[in-house]
């Protein structure tokens, strides 16, 4: 396996946030969190609504609070019985909370501030006429005496949907996608909000309405090259830049005429779409390796369960993958692992093709033989090796 030696010189951030990539994917545990910041922000609305009654139906109220608190909790309960029935309960807390608690706290004040105002910029910049208006909604909204009856609920919304991307304090951005329902109403409440005060100063009350479809005609246009005039491949490449994702249609077609439905596949790196497009099974459940670089103190454990479930499984190719956003290896990350792909590929497989990407236009495809005779020439590719051992 080659490691791209710029990787060692990245700096934390840089790796935490190196522009165009892939993510990792999400754990349980944050993405609980976020189910039950939305159960909280359901729950206080039905509170001040209790407070404000008179006389308060104690009784009544604690039903209905332990009827939402068990709805909340139910489905992570039945989660954890059903999963100590099938026996993998210990599997599902490493991943769950173990490691997700490793995942969570490795991240610095500075390096969170850095990736909030790099997330909101790339979310807010092709939209920011929007934004401007739900701006002006959520200023509206808190300074129009009129709307005390919707303020509890959408603040709650827009409050609670913000403190759901935070755990972890990774602000990538799709996590702002929660965000998005708080946003849309505040842009419908400024809309209301002006119609109702231009027609009080005699003003049509279209005219709130009209500014609103332009601020969204300005967003159409930032954004029509790439929601209008790009092909698929092309918006691939706007947005992550040479990771293979495109490649990876080809190398999974090849391993798919190659392998039988029973064979079992080992992609190593962080590209799980080849098992998907392949229509086959991965030979380890670590179908994304950037936990095995993290600097947490169980990366050399997941390492050698990943090294303990290929050499069982002895899948009937390996994909090697040569990428940064692949891997994202750390100053201080184990390199275990590319030390045992060296020797176990050498052992056990022979070269049957290489994926060359050679820019985000060209890419070169060898198989089979030309691929033994076909030089490299850049550290982003895919090498696809078969079996050979008996």
Known sequence: M?????????????????????????????????????????????????????????????????????GAIAPFALTCLILRALGVF?????WTFSYAWEY????TVSDAIYDFSMGILRVVGPSVLIWVVAGVGLAALIWDRNSCARRPFVL????????????????????????LPAVALLAGFAVCFAEQHLQRAGWPRFVAAFCFVAALCFSLSQQRSFLFE????????????????????EVARYLRDHTSEADRLAVLGSEPQIYFYAGRHSATGYIYTYG???????????????????????????VMVNSDTSWLVRPNSDRTIFSWIN?????????DGIVDVLSEEQTIYRWGDEAGRYQVNSPNNLRIFKRIAP
């Open 2 to 70: 080659q490691v791209n030696s710029q990787q060692r010189g990245l700096s934390h951030r840089q790796l935490r946030y190196p522009g165009r990539k892939k993510v990792p994917a999400t754990y349980f545990a944050r993405d609980s969190c976020r189910v039950h910041d939305f159960a909280v922000a359901t729950l206080l609305p039905s509170v001040k609504s209790e407070w404000q009654s008179r006389p308060i139906d104690w009784r009544g109220f604690a039903g209905r609070g332990s009827l939402l608190v068990l």
């Open 292 to 318: 095995l670089m993290e600097e947490q103190k169980y990366a050399s454990q997941m390492q050698k369960e990943l090294i303990g479930e290929i050499e069982a499984a002895r899948p009937a190719y390996l």
């Open 90 to 94: 210990e599997r599902f807390w490493f």
């Open 104 to 107: 969570a706290t490795r991240t």
């Open 156 to 179: 709650g919304l827009l409050v609670f949907s913000f403190l759901a991307i935070c755990p972890g304090l990774h602000f990538r951005p799709h996590y702002f996608i929660l965000i």
């Open 230 to 249: 790009m092909d698929p491949i092309a918006a691939c490449r706007a947005t992550y830049g040479s990771n293979p994702f495109p490649e990876s249609l």
């Open 343 to 351: 020797q176990y590929v050498a052992q056990q497989y022979g070269l």
